[in-house]
Structure formats: C-alpha cells, structure tokens
C-alpha cells in the first residue's frame, strides 16, 4: 500500500511540475508572432496622429505583360487616413524614388476625429461608390513598371503628423478581374 501511495505521489508531483514548467513558456516571453504583419491587403502605418490604413497601389486594366503600370505612365494610391487628435491636420506632399512627382489633388484636409478615404479603388463600381470624396494621390512620371505582389517605397507628409516613410503593396484587383475562370 505504501508503495502505491507513493507512486501516485510520485505521478501527482510530476504531472504539477510538468503543468508548472509549461505555464512558465509563455509567461513573459517574446512570442514569435508579436512582429508579424497580419494578413491585410494593403500597408498599415502612422504619422503623428494620423493612422494610414490599407494603403495600396491601385490595380487597375489587366496585367499581361506583367506590369500593372508601365514605366513613364502614372499609377494612383488608394488608403484610409483616420486623424485620432481633435486637431485637423492635411497631407501635404507625396513622394516616392520610383516616380518623378507625386501629387496630392483635392482638399487634403482631414478632420479631427475623423476618416477620410483617399482613392477611387480599383473598379468603376468603387469609383462611382467614392465619387464625392476629395483627394486623389497619384504617382506621376513611374521610373519603372509597376509588378504586381511587388512592395514600393513611397512617402507621405503630413503637416503636423509628419513624414510616414511607407512600403505600399500594388492593390488586390477587383469586380471583374477577380473573378477566375471555371473553364481551368
């Protein structure tokens, strides 16, 4: 009886050091997954208060020569800007070294406290959905084609938020370009 008593204290104290020595892994350690991006589709950033949400170049027409735009052409950016202070604040300039200019059309203004869509998205559906809205971002004089499932470095100033230093992905393409033939 002894012998069986003290393996079953033998087996309990095992099984709480086990269940101990395993709470202890997780417990105040750097997990693997604190520096993944998560899977969006577009860039996800901050200025200041600014928060840029699901950046992207536009997608749009049909990639068959690989290149969504082509070099010496203009590609347009489509984002969120959420301004998180009460004050408004503008975006001022764009910029990228794979473009000659960037411009900034509109009224660049974004409120405090408030969401202001930039971009006409990537289909005539989502541009008549937008039509009200008021700035457009564009790249202009492209230096190189523009590759799908390729990131491009592009910088966006805002006037009290400050420079956002972004890597914008080339945009999901939408409407009828998304759909994929069954005939496969």
Known sequence: ???????????ALSTALGLVTLTGCGAGQITQTDTQASA??????TAGRIMVRNASIAYTGQANTGAI????????????????????DQ????SSPIAAAGLVQGDAVIPGGRAVQVGNGDSPADAAALADKTISVRLVGLKQDITAGLNYPVVLTFQHGGVLNAE??????TGALAVRSRSN
């Open 69 to 88: 735009y082509r070099a010496g052409g203009a590609a347009d950016l489509n984002m969120t800007l959420v301004n998180v202070s009460p004050t408004p």
């Open 168 to 173: 914008i992905p080339v945009g999901y393409p």
């Open 40 to 45: 969006v589709n577009g860039y996800h950033g």
């Open 1 to 11: 009886m002894k012998r069986r008593a003290a393996a079953v204290a033998t087996l």
């Open 91 to 94: 975006l001022v300039s764009v």
